[in-house]
């Protein structure tokens, strides 16, 4: 398995502009996360699945922010429209749902909005 | 709530020296307790969990209950533990890390 997979690696867009993060879990893990990390906050939940059903999503900061999760290979973290203060890399986890084993991580996307 | 305090955000020691990267955490229930890392330009990666009592590149962590702290430990420090570590707290079936130390490790 390639592990976690997340697109783009990095995305530079100006203030307003639409974006759109992607993930791909591992196969046959039923949890999937977003981080958002930054300098002053660490690493912040943002919102999370279980068998593609959003099950808090008390993390996303604004109504700007929206995640979804179509099929279980894939899921979208979507910023419309984007400010300079959503900067950030965000990470995106899966896990087998009720599992000690911890999380799977993606390399991030590096956020940079102008 | 539930929260993970992480006070250092950054802790410098030189090479061979103890380390001991702190960890706080606030939960009703019983807890279970991990520590990441993130080495640099790389992804973030497990490191252990309390549950396994196990010890990974020489790190070791106690849970405490009484003091409600998971402190990473490792007796002699390497330059290639220098790193971004995370204290993370499971509540249901997600995580919440605390903000992170950074562990430079220098000869």
């Known amino acids: 398995d390639a592990g976690v997979i997340q697109s783009p690696r990095h995305e530079v867009t100006e203030m307003g502009q639409e974006v759109t993060l992607r993930c791909k879990p591992i196969?046959?893990?039923?949890?999937l996360f977003w981080y958002r990390q930054t300098m002053m906050r660490g690493l912040e939940l943002l919102i999370y699945?279980?068998?593609?059903?959003?099950?808090?999503d008390s993390g996303m900061p604004e109504d700007r922010f929206s995640a979804k999760m179509p099929n279980a290979s894939f899921s979208t973290l979507k910023i419309q429209p984007s400010e300079p203060r959503d900067s950030a890399v965000y990470f995106c986890?899966?896990?087998?749902?009720?599992?000690?084993?911890?999380?799977?991580f993606g390399s991030g996307t590096r956020l940079t909005v102008v | 709530a539930q929260r993970v305090t992480q006070p250092e955000k950054l802790l410098s020691v030189f090479k061979g020296a103890p380390v001991e990267l702190k960890c706080n955490y606030s939960?009703?229930?019983?807890?279970?307790l991990f520590w990441y890392v993130q080495y640099s330009r790389q992804r973030l990666q497990l490191l252990l969990r309390?549950?396994s009592r196990e010890s990974i590149k020489g790190f070791t962590a106690d849970l405490n209950k009484g003091e409600t702290s998971f402190h990473l430990k490792k007796p002699f420090a390497q330059e290639e533990d220098s790193a971004m570590y995370y204290c993370?707290?499971?509540?249901?079936?997600?995580?919440?890390f605390g903000k992170g130390t950074t562990l430079s490790v220098s000869s």
């Open positions: 986890a899966s896990s087998l749902w009720d599992t000690p084993g911890g999380y799977t």
């Open positions: 196969s046959g893990h039923n949890s």
């Open positions: 699945f279980n068998n593609n059903v959003p099950i808090d």
């Open positions: 939960y009703s229930g019983s807890p279970e």
């Open positions: 309390h549950i």
């Open positions: 993370a707290l499971r509540a249901g079936t997600a995580l919440i």
